[in-house]
């Protein structure tokens, strides 16, 4: 018996270490499997992201295209509005779905820029369903639209934990940018 008392606090130190270790590994998988966890969220707010920054840009050239069509907009590809009813109104479709998975993964703050950047674009919509030609007010809904997507990526940018991008704001060739810079 006083040889395995002797051998006893080995014993003890092995059951304690294998002890440890097992708990080390459950715990480093723990935090790798909350890491993945996350990342793959994270790709997926990503994907929504772009997916209704997609859809609504999609509506924008449209309107741009229609607007030159008015001679509201300097577009080099018109388009009559009843050529592009159809296609206005698949984009409108299409942006439903996309909003809907925006709200249900997107953060409270990207949610309302996005909110913003759409009541402008059907504010876009609707000059031009009006059929106005007041290339004016047109920029002024520009300048609107392009400030609330800049909201909107800015807020992904936040939420995703991005550094500052890029503000898009370039000339077309051959064309003085305006004040504001942006397309």
């Known amino acids: 018996m006083s040889a395995f008392l002797q051998q006893l606090p080995a014993l003890i130190g092995v059951v304690i270490g294998a002890l440890g270790s097992y708990l080390a590994v459950v715990r480093s998988d723990r935090a790798r499997f909350a890491r993945e966890r996350a990342t793959r969220w994270e790709e997926r707010r990503l994907a929504v992201y772009s997916e209704y920054a997609r859809s609504l840009k999609k509506s924008v050239t449209l309107a741009y295209r229609v ?18 009813e159809p296609l ?3 984009a409108a479709l299409a942006r439903d779905p996309a ?9 409270t703050q990207v949610v309302e820029k996005a909110r913003t950047w759409v009541l402008v674009v059907m504010d876009m919509e609707r000059f031009l369903r009006e059929g106005r030609r007041e ?31 890029h503000s898009a704001r370039w000339p077309l060739t051959g064309e003085q940018p305006p004040a504001g810079g942006q397309r």
């Open 99 to 107: 909003g809907e998975a925006l709200i249900m993964l997107g953060s």
């Open 88 to 90: 206005l109104t698949e």
């Open 135 to 165: 290339p004016g007010a047109w920029q002024a809904l520009m300048e609107r639209q392009r400030a609330a997507r800049q909201g909107y990526y800015a807020a992904v940018r936040t939420d995703l934990e991005l550094p500052p991008g």
């Open 67 to 84: 607007a030159a069509h008015l001679g509201n907009d300097p577009h080099p590809h018109p388009l009559p509005l009843s050529e592009a």
